[in-house]
């Protein structure tokens, strides 16, 4: 029997393209309340603004509910990414893996050795050596979406795969690196309430209401236990099923893993990392020396950024195409690639999460990490986008070849 058309089988659209659509709003929506809560952090506001973040709301403080709850949210969307990439998307063979993958490990072992190499006498500074391992993607897929066609889309996709490796990677140091005292019994319980939402994909449940019930009450153990809540948000996120529905076998795209992804999305890069910028990004400048600025912490985070990404990106990506591995992206020239590779030096939000968790009892250092951050990002983002304005483009890619190509990689 001959293969159904295209158009009779539709598949779904990867919500890594909607985001790349959607990237310079949400970017900017982000840089916004970034530096609105600069500006209110160093006004007569100030004092409030510390004031209400800390004041309880029941059991936890304001700060704690963004960074722990609304984060969590964050990190179920994160999650969906993952799984839906890995199974369905870019990251869906071998081959596709092997150039965004290997670029990821280095962007994250490079900036945390520079970290460490400024940090390795001091060790309570060094707890946070994964601060500058991570990308903002929103961020950085933003200043790519202000150059518009000067780089092709086969470099916005390295840029997205190598992101979500590097967030799959991010978590992983959070769940092993940054937890406190485990409590036995909430462990227990959280792999008890796992395991049925595990049960419940393997059923064939498609309604997404129990799994998100469920989901609610495996962050309660989460938050309990020690292990840092927001990973009870990629847990889940693992349980969600892609198949779609059996009164729809043929809808991919009405899966409950794409449905909740499309969801999610809109609210999280508007919304919710918007608030967490706001609420982490508030770093008050009086009193602030040269001695601060030059800070081992401060260094190790800002030179982690923009040296440690762009020797770790680029010299693994250019490395791993040198020895036959893998291929240029298409379209793309190894300048491009370079600017690309500063452009990972944006670690806003992740970054801050990390350094927050880091930190968690010292308002002191997390000052210097945020400064470090800032400082970093900034630099990474403007010389990176230098780079790509004047970058040098490959000959334009015949349209039946460019859109061959692209349909490749995206779908």
């Known amino acids: 029997m001959a293969a159904p058309a295209r158009s009779d089988n539709p598949r779904p659209v990867s919500m890594f393209r909607a985001f790349l659509d959607n990237s310079a709003s ?26 209400a973040l800390h004041a309880y709301v029941g059991p936890l403080s304001l700060l704690h509910w963004i960074n722990d709850g609304l984060m969590a949210v964050f990190f179920l969307l994160v999650g969906l990414e993952i799984k839906r990439e890995v199974l369905d998307g870019q990251l869906a063979t071998w081959s596709r893996r092997v150039l965004p993958g290997v670029a990821a490990a280095g962007g994250m072992v490079v900036p945390a050795l520079i970290f460490a190499a400024f940090n390795w006498n001091d060790p309570n500074t060094l707890r946070g050596w994964a601060i500058p391992a ?16 000067r780089v092709p889309t086969s470099l916005k996709v390295f840029l997205t795969a190598l992101a979500i490796i590097d967030d799959l990677g991010a978590v992983i140091i959070i769940a092993l690196f940054y937890t406190g005292d485990l409590s036995t019994m909430d462990l227990g319980l959280a792999a008890a309430v796992l395991a049925a939402l595990f049960a419940m ?23 309990r236990s020690g292990v840092h809540a927001t990973i009870a948000g990629v847990l ?11 009164a729809r076998p043929d809808d991919m795209q009405h899966s409950p893993l794409h449905r909740l992804e499309h969801g999610l999305h809109y609210w999280v890069a508007f919304l919710i990392i918007p608030i967490f910028g706001f609420a982490n990004a508030g770093v008050s400048f009086s009193g602030l020396t040269m001695d601060a600025l030059l800070d081992h912490l401060t260094l190790g985070v800002a030179l982690g950024l923009l040296l440690g990404k762009l020797f770790g990106v680029f010299g693994t990506a250019w490395l791993t195409i040198r020895l036959g591995f893998a291929d240029l992206p298409m379209g793309a020239t190894r300048a491009q690639l370079l600017g690309v590779s500063l452009l990972c030096g944006i670690g806003f939000t992740m970054s801050l999460f990390i350094g927050m968790l880091a930190f968690a009892n010292d308002p002191a250092l997390q000052d210097e990490v945020k400064i470090g951050i800032l400082g970093g990002s900034i630099l990474a983002g403007i010389l990176g986008w230098a780079v790509l304005r004047i970058a040098p483009r490959e000959a334009p890619i015949p349209r039946a070849d460019r859109e061959a190509s692209e349909g490749r990689a995206i779908g």
């Open 236 to 246: 889940l996120a693992f349980t969600i099923p892609i198949f779609p529905a059996p």
């Open 26 to 51: 949400g970017g900017l929506v982000l840089m916004a309340a970034a530096a609105l809560a600069l500006v209110i952090a160093n006004s007569p506001l100030g004092g409030a603004y510390n004031a």
């Open 201 to 223: 994909n393997r059923m064939g449940v498609t309604r997404l209401l129990p799994y998100m019930l469920l989901g609610a009450l495996l962050w309660f153990f989460v938050l």
């Open 134 to 149: 991570a990308t903002d993607i929103a961020f950085a897929l933003g200043v790519l979406a202000l150059l518009g066609p």
